[in-house]
């Protein structure tokens, strides 16, 4: 032995040992869940913290927004109690016995310095003595005194005016003076400064007062703002970017409903948010500690569990391979326990199973090694996994080379009229699984040589998915004689049932010649007629059948207009509608095109859709047609009615000979199973399709789609 060898005998159960632990410290299933579950916490108390202060921030906005509209509705109580204020001064003027003294007097000169003197005394803007419409005296200003006048006329002893003076709002009162009927004392108040700052002192919010008169719309960063308080009339309070800060603004009205000013109110955010800050970043330093606890806590539970999980998984891993003598380890905690207790009765469990599946598969091969039929189970793929030998003798195939492979290639079903493999669309496997029938008769050629035609019986799947099929073989006369019984069993009823009625009808006419009324005469030709008119529909269908299955199947190239084919074949159905009581309701949209095809055989398309639409749907109920062009010129038209669709009605095979629903409705209305067969034939001679649906109304639709132009 080389020293290389040597080396590597030593070394591969050492890397063997890190290969397995270091599979095993990569975070496992326990590893992972304990990560996802700190995680998750994380995320939990992550998303709570930002509902947290994103419903903080809303508070703070709702907060700051409320102090605002408080500020300027408390400001304009403010106003209202200045005015208030007013009158007072202007009463206690009036009844001064120093004013009524001066008044008495001969020089009315020394009235201005009174007047003065208190308007400074009691922090008045302005004062004046008034006769009527006649300044008598007044303090110095720029007052328009007219305009003074004019408003105290209007609103009476209390008033607001703008305009009256220089870029200021006034506020004023009047008072008569007593024992001087005819004589009144005006006081005023300007609306300034000094007023916002005592407003600003009682609302704790920066107040400012804007005079309306010389207010420049569209100016200023509460532009906006004012601009929606003067169209409301009421206060509005929003926030405002350009100047951080909450902000609200109340138009102010005189008496007379005139606008006088503008009270404004501002709060900036920083004031507002400082407490909410706070909160926040105390509300970040839980959430963070509290993940890292989570995440701590997870990690450390997956580390206590990865040791326990690796003896489990060294044990797994050598029933996996098949080694069913060792015992499983049994530790870990609760959890782990429990499943190593499990995995050990599950060991004794396959230990006592693989015995018995030897002895049922030594059975189960004598059985079916010696019955007649052949047979063959598939897996959930479909693929071969046993033949007997009388499968083995049918499909000249043998089971070495058969199992494994998809069944469907082995048995190489005959395509249908469409070139689809039976595998694709109706299996008897897929029809079992389904809760069918699971049964099929089908042409296979497992050699190119030795074509069969076989029956094909499908058992449900098993719980572990294997499904067992029996292969028959039938020759092609036994075949045939079958198909041709069938066929003769329905033409019999359906030729059967018209021809009863019509004799009824004949002998009820013989008996009461010249004893019944005309209208009931009429009604029993009405029936001879419609029974007529049935056998000749039958006999049409199924000489259509033959030309079809012969391929004689020719169409003409003409014009069609769908109007004329819906004219057509109502005339046709006509009797049978009326008959049940039904009604056509024909839709056709505009600027329908015109498509060349055989008109005659679509008017025979259009007759075995109503006549269809006729058995299934309920008496007195609508049929309707309706049409319409396609983008690429051709034609799509339908007929639906209120019926109960069947099952199956999503079926393609509905479209094959002799082929009916398999609902009970289906069942018990008559037919031979030509009428679809016929349509989907024809339809596809032009170049078109046909399919059965039900829409969303709960309404059974057979949809036709034609070209613009029939293939040659």
Known sequence: MTALQRLKKVYEPVAAVVQRRARVHAPGLAGRLALATGLLVALAVGAMSMFAIGALRRLADAEGLTRVELAVSSAREGMRQSTEDLLTAARILGERPALQRLLRGPV?????????????????????????????????????????????????????????????????????????????????????????????????????????????????????LNTDALSRGGTVAEYVEAIDSYAASLPVASASGETIALLEARLPVSEVMSMASDMRRNILIVAALIGALAIGASIYIGRYWISAVERLTDAAERLGSGDLAASIPIGGGKELSMLGNTMERMRRNLVDLTADLRRSELEAKAVLGGIVEGVYSVDEERRIRFLNPQAERLLKVSAAEAVGRFCGDVLKPALDAHGRRPCEHSCPIVEARRGGPGRALEHVAPRPDSPRRVVIASAPPAADGMQVQVLRDETELEGARRTRDTVLANISHEFRTPLAAQLASIELLQDGIGAMSLDEQRELVSSLHRGTQRLAWLIDNLLESVRIESGQLAIRHQDVAIEDVIVAARELVEPLIAQRGQRIEVDAGEAIPVVRGDQQRLTQVLVNLLANANKYAPPESTIRIGA?????????????????????????????????????????????????????????????????????????????ELPQEAPA
Do not use: M
């Open 108 to 224: 009315p000169e020394t009235l201005q310095p009174f007047l003065a003197r208190y308007c400074e005394s009691v922090a008045l803007d302005a004062c004046a003595l008034v006769r009527g419409d006649e300044l008598i005296a007044t303090t110095p200003g720029q007052i328009e005194w007219d305009l003074v006048l004019a408003a105290a006329d209007e609103q009476g002893e209390r008033f607001l005016i703008t305009g009256a003076a220089p870029k200021v709002a006034l506020s004023g009162a009047q008072a008569g003076v007593a024992e001087h009927e005819g004589i009144t004392v005006i006081v005023l108040r300007n609306l300034d400064e000094r007023l916002a700052a005592r407003l600003t002192e009682r609302t704790g919010v920066p107040v400012a007062i804007v005079d309306y008169a010389s207010f420049q719309p569209g100016e200023g960063p509460l532009a906006i």
């Open 628 to 704: 319409h062009g396609t983008e690429t010129g051709g034609l799509t038209f339908f007929v639906e009615d209120e019926g109960i669709s069947s099952p199956s009605i999503d079926d393609a095979r509905l479209f094959e000979p002799f082929r009916r629903g398999t609902g009970e409705a289906d069942r018990d209305e008559s037919g031979i199973g030509l009428g679809l067969y016929i349509v989907r034939s024809i339809v596809e001679r032009h170049g078109g399709s046909v399919r059965l649906e039900r829409t969303a109304a709960g309404r059974t639709r057979a949809t036709v």
